[in-house]
């Protein structure tokens, strides 16, 4: 196993302190007489447009330019110029605890093929004897973020699945939440190591609240690219962009009532700009120390951020309106319940009948870990015969829970073959049903079942269908499906790529 560290840096002093405490590790290591020394290959990348003096480091450090493209292009300059099988980036304002090196060395030794990247512990260090200021509570925040390039190790054989990271964030934002998703989506799984590394507070200037708006052209990219619910996948809050938008609409209405001299109008619409506006510094000032600077500085940009904000995410969603998806991630997976999750049992009411499909409990594991909701689509005629009472399909329906873990949606026709319903499957409903339930777009779901009435239910519904065969699934129905896996982990892997069979 071997590990390069790729360090993308526009000549900030804590460079330094970083370079530091990774070649002072080495040496304790060295002087402490261990057999094995850690000390990675170590490349920084010079990220300023146009450097007028060479960077201060070590004989031992390699130093590449990429021109000031961001932090992203720089990266992508670090990996590709090693050949190590792992490369950990570490941006240039951190500080590694103590043995980070070994830490890290042990971090990666013995992981799994499938694993992807090993996330380090971050760790922000705030005043003990005050609450955080606004900024502070912003950075604080990193020590709780998944997989940010703080401190964040890949495996070269995912950097180059998903081709690295995408240049087009240009900023240090979103960049590393947009490769971590396409590598999970490519396959791979993220762990967290026992690493830790400091990543101090540093000062801010009192407009850095309004400038970090920018991001928000950063996430109608991220919209673009990884659909709706990128933000859930990625651990994140839903944001304040509608409210923003709510203020921003408001202040605009009461300007222009003003000017058309509709007094009635312009104070309605002026009074929901100042409730929306005061709920909103509340909310920034009431968590941190309240000084009278913190307070007017929470006021004053309070007022500025809602526009702001509103500007530049209607500029990232013009700017990136052609760029497609990175994969077809699906909104939610929906399974067929027997002979797909649970070996089929005719009519079964007997909960200890209920044996899973091999492979089934990590196939579902594999999408709840990833954030995409699961569910189940199934006929049960049984109920419509008399042969199955509701009391029996619940008990069963719940064992296939405890077995196979819980479901954010079950979807049931409980009526006969005759009953000519526009539920059971192969006619649409189910499938329409539950995607209607979880409040998604039905044309981004995946259907996976063993019979050709699953797959036309997907496509009646104008959803995506995989058919798993068993001894029972008709040759004409495999020879009619679209797409076909071999079982249901295949199945899984099929719909998370995103691309048809």
């Given amino acids: 196993m071997s590990y390069a560290v790729v360090i993308p840096t526009i000549g900030r002093p804590s460079l330094q302190v970083l370079l530091t405490r990774l070649t002072r590790s080495d040496a304790e290591l060295q002087r402490?007489?261990?057999?094995?020394?850690?000390?990675?290959?170590?490349?920084?990348?010079?990220?300023?447009?146009?450097?007028?003096?060479?960077?201060a480091v070590g004989a031992s450090v390699r130093v590449l330019r990429s021109g000031g493209r961001g932090p992203a292009a720089a990266r992508n300059v670090g990996w590709r110029a090693v050949d190590t099988e792992w490369v950990a980036f570490l941006d240039d304002d951190v500080?590694?605890?103590?043995?980070?090196?070994?830490?890290?060395?042990?971090?990666?030794?013995?992981?799994?093929?499938?694993?992807?990247?090993?996330?380090?512990?971050?760790?922000?260090?705030?005043?003990?004897?005050?609450?955080?200021?606004?900024?502070?509570?912003?950075?604080?925040?990193?020590?709780?973020?998944?997989?940010?390039?703080?401190?964040?190790?890949?495996?070269?054989?995912?950097l180059q699945r998903v081709g690295g990271f995408d240049e087009r964030f240009g900023r240090a934002y979103r960049e590393d939440a947009d490769l971590a998703l396409r590598v999970v989506a490519a396959g791979y799984r993220i762990v967290e190591g026992r690493r830790r590394t400091v990543h101090p507070v540093h000062p801010s200037g009192p407009l850095a609240s309004v400038r970090a708006q920018r991001g928000n052209a950063d996430d109608a990219l991220m919209r673009r690219r990884h659909g709706l619910g990128w933000r859930g996948r990625i651990?994140?809050?839903?944001?304040?962009?509608?409210?923003?938008?709510?203020?921003?609409?408001?202040?605009?209405?009461?300007?222009?009532?003003?000017?058309?001299?509709?007094?009635?109008?312009?104070?309605?619409?002026?009074?929901?700009?100042?409730?929306?506006?005061?709920?909103?510094?509340?909310?920034?000032?009431?968590?941190?120390?309240?000084?009278?600077?913190?307070?007017?500085?929470?006021?004053?940009?309070?007022?500025?951020?809602?526009?702001?904000?509103?500007?530049?995410?209607?500029?990232?969603?013009?700017?990136?309106?052609?760029?497609?998806?990175?994969?077809?991630?699906?909104?939610?997976?929906?399974?067929?319940?027997d002979d797909t999750l649970v070996h089929d049992v005719p009519y079964n009411t007997d909960p200890a009948a209920v044996r899973p499909v091999p492979g089934a409990r990590a196939a579902l594991d594999r999408l709840r870990d990833v954030g995409i909701p699961v569910g189940v689509v199934t006929n049960q005629s049984g109920m419509a015969r008399g042969l199955i009472s509701p009391e029996q399909l619940e008990r069963v329906n719940t064992r296939v829970s405890e077995l196979l873990g819980p479901f954010d949606v079950w979807s049931i026709c409980r009526h006969g073959e005759d009953d000519d319903c526009g539920c059971r499957k192969p006619a649409p409903g189910l499938v329409k049903d539950a995607a209607a339930q979880l409040g998604v777009p039905v044309n981004r779901c995946v259907v996976i079942g063993d019979t050709g009435a699953d797959v036309t239910a997907a496509a009646a519904a104008g959803a995506r269908g995989i058919l798993v065969p068993t001894g029972r699934t008709l040759r004409q129905e495999i020879q009619a499906a679209t797409e076909v896996a071999s079982d249901v982990a295949a199945a899984v892997e099929l719909a998370l790529s995103g691309r048809a069979s």
Wanted: aromatic content about 4%; charged content about 20%.
């Fill in 32 to 55: 402490a007489g261990r057999e094995h020394s850690h000390a990675p290959a170590i490349v920084v990348i010079d990220d300023r447009p146009a450097p007028t003096e060479p960077l």
């Fill in 235 to 337: 651990g994140d809050s839903p944001g304040r962009l509608r409210r923003h938008g709510l203020t921003t609409t408001a202040a605009a209405i009461a300007l222009g009532a003003a000017a058309r001299r509709h007094p009635r109008v312009a104070t309605a619409a002026g009074l929901a700009w100042t409730v929306l506006t005061a709920e909103f510094a509340l909310h920034r000032i009431l968590p941190g120390p309240r000084s009278t600077e913190e307070i007017g500085r929470m006021l004053a940009t309070s007022i500025a951020i809602p526009p702001v904000a509103c500007w530049h995410r209607l500029a990232g969603e013009l700017r990136w309106r052609r760029v497609s998806p990175a994969t077809a991630v699906p909104a939610a997976v929906l399974f067929d319940r």
């Fill in 95 to 158: 500080v590694p605890g103590p043995d980070w090196p070994a830490q890290l060395a042990q971090d990666l030794h013995g992981l799994a093929p499938d694993v992807g990247a090993s996330q380090g512990r971050i760790e922000v260090p705030l005043s003990t004897d005050r609450r955080p200021t606004d900024s502070e509570r912003g950075t604080a925040g990193l020590a709780s973020a998944r997989w940010i390039t703080a401190d964040m190790a890949y495996c070269r054989a995912a």
